[in-house]
């Protein structure tokens, strides 16, 4: 007996709209569950380098942190200040953004930091808070990886495509 497949649609978080962001395939909604979908969400090198010109120190920043809802992520930053500057003011600025951005993430939830850093407001925050130290051009939050994966995504099976494992096989090939 050939296992029948369908098709299961994926959908965003609420703080997305709840939109289709495409499908997979499979015989069990048990398998479809813990699958992981990467979507285009996060800044592509070339954007930061037509950002960051000669002359300018760009300060590379890696944090884990643990949201009030216990989820445990890393956040990737670049912030990048006008003219070239110490060794030491770089270590300075990493250690202020580190304390200022953890103590920030640590209050909300990881649905919340999404959606706040993908409109800006985070990182125009952070911009505000480090000045006192040295006047930073701007920080751009690269990427935000959940380390702890118990988030659930939500998949709703759709019945009108069926597909036999045969058919899958010959697809692939």
Known sequence: MVAKKRWFTIISPKIFGSKELGETMSDDPKKVK?????????VSRPYLQRLVHKGMSSIAIVEDVTTSDNQKIRVKCTAVVNGKIQTTKKKLIRERFI?????????????????????????????????????????????????????KIEVKPKEEKVVEEETMAKTEQ
């Open 34 to 42: 813990g699958r992981v979908l990467t979507t285009n969400a996060k």
């Open 99 to 151: 304390s200022e951005s953890s103590r920030m993430f640590s209050e909300m939830t990881l649905d919340n930091i999404v959606f706040i850093a993908s409109t800006n407001k985070i990182q125009k925050m952070l911009v505000t808070k480090l000045k006192k130290v040295h006047p930073l051009r701007f920080v751009e939050i690269k990427k935000i990886d959940v380390l702890d994966s118990s988030k």
